[in-house]
């Protein structure tokens, strides 16, 4: 196998996850009737997009520290916990859109899985700093 494989799995599960949200938006358009490029008019649709948006702006954070966790520490555990954050945001989409106050527990698990790469990727850095020296 090479380096880094089952990170680089998750990495593309964790876009799919990303599209999969991006076509419930034009769902929930067309079961409110609230057509591009309106934003706001119905609540389902305005969770549905404001889940898709929330998960876009945690991407970033959660791949770079899912690869700076695999590279410093362990592929197998950043790739397990790439995917309890792909769970995370899973649960969280849909709890969001059936009712706002139903997100938590979905954006709980990813923020603690992010916090934990993000986290572990900044000591893992700072102890070979200090260990080898800058």
């Known amino acids: 196998m090479h380096p880094h494989s089952l990170v680089a799995l998750v990495t593309l599960l964790a876009l799919l996850t ?22 706001t008019g119905d609540p389902v649709l305005e ?10 702006e945690w991407l970033p954070l959660f791949l770079v520290s899912m690869w700076l966790f ?22 969280y989409a849909l709890g969001y859109a059936a009712d706002a106050a139903k997100r938590g527990p979905g954006f709980l698990i990813q923020a ?11 000591g893992r850095v700072i102890y070979i700093l200090v260990m080898v020296g800058a």
């Open 18 to 39: 990303y599209f999969w949200m991006s076509t419930r938006v034009p769902i929930a358009r067309n079961k409110c009737g609230i057509q591009a490029p309106a934003m």
């Open 47 to 56: 969770r549905t997009i404001r889940a898709h948006y929330n998960t876009l």
């Open 70 to 91: 695999a590279i410093y520490w362990n592929d197998l555990v950043a790739a397990a916990l790439g995917v309890v954050w792909i769970v995370g945001r899973i649960l």
């Open 112 to 122: 603690i899985a992010t916090a934990v790469l993000l986290f572990g990727a900044l």
